[in-house]
C-alpha cells in the first residue's frame, strides 16, 4: 500500500524558512520522480519542484533560488526546504507521484 505523509508545515513570518518532509512507503521510492504540488483557494493547483531518481532537480520560476528539493533514498524521504518564504507561498503542499498517488498535505501560511 503506498503511503506518502507530509509534516513541516506551520505559520512562518515573511523572510522565514520552513523545511517540509514527506515520509514514504510501500513502493520502491529511488526508482520514482516524486514532485511538490501546492494547492491554494483562489490559484488552484501549483507544481513547485520535482525530483528525479537519480537526483536530478527541477523547479518553478516562482520558487527557483529559494526553495531546494531533496531525497534520502535510504530514509525513504522528501524534503522541500523553503526560504525567504513570501505570503504568496501560502497553500497546502503536497507530496506527489506524478499520475498516481498524492499525499493528504500539510499547510505552510506566511503572514506577519
Same mark, same amino acid.
Given at each position: 500500500? @503506498?503511503?506518502? @505523509?507530509?509534516?513541516?508545515?506551520?505559520? &512562518? !513570518?515573511?523572510?522565514?524558512? =520552513?523545511?517540509?518532509?514527506?515520509? %514514504?512507503?510501500?513502493?520502491?521510492? +529511488?526508482? $520514482?520522480?516524486?514532485?511538490? *504540488?501546492? !494547492?491554494?483557494?483562489?490559484?488552484? =493547483?501549483?507544481? @513547485? +519542484?520535482?525530483? %528525479?531518481?537519480?537526483?536530478?532537480?527541477?523547479?518553478? /520560476?516562482? *520558487?527557483?533560488?529559494?526553495?531546494?528539493?531533496?531525497?534520502?533514498? %535510504?530514509?525513504? &524521504?522528501? $524534503?522541500?526546504?523553503?526560504? /525567504?518564504?513570501?505570503?504568496?507561498? /501560502? %497553500?497546502?503542499? $503536497?507530496? *506527489?507521484?506524478?499520475?498516481?498517488?498524492?499525499?493528504?498535505? /500539510?499547510? *505552510?501560511? &506566511?503572514? +506577519?
Amino acid at each position: 500500500q @503506498v503511503r506518502l @505523509v507530509e509534516s513541516g508545515g506551520g505559520l &512562518v !513570518q515573511p523572510g522565514g524558512s =520552513l523545511r517540509l518532509s514527506c515520509a %514514504a512507503s510501500g513502493f520502491t521510492f +529511488s526508482n $520514482y520522480y516524486i514532485d511538490w *504540488v501546492r !494547492q491554494t483557494p483562489g490559484k488552484g =493547483l501549483e507544481w @513547485v +519542484s520535482s525530483t %528525479a531518481p537519480g537526483g536530478d532537480t527541477t523547479y518553478a /520560476t516562482s *520558487v527557483k533560488g529559494r526553495f531546494t528539493i531533496s531525497r534520502d533514498n %535510504a530514509k525513504n &524521504v522528501l $524534503y522541500l526546504q523553503m526560504n /525567504t518564504l513570501k505570503p504568496e507561498d /501560502t %497553500a497546502l503542499y $503536497y507530496c *506527489v507521484i506524478p499520475l498516481s498517488y498524492w499525499g493528504q498535505g /500539510t499547510q *505552510v501560511t &506566511v503572514s +506577519s
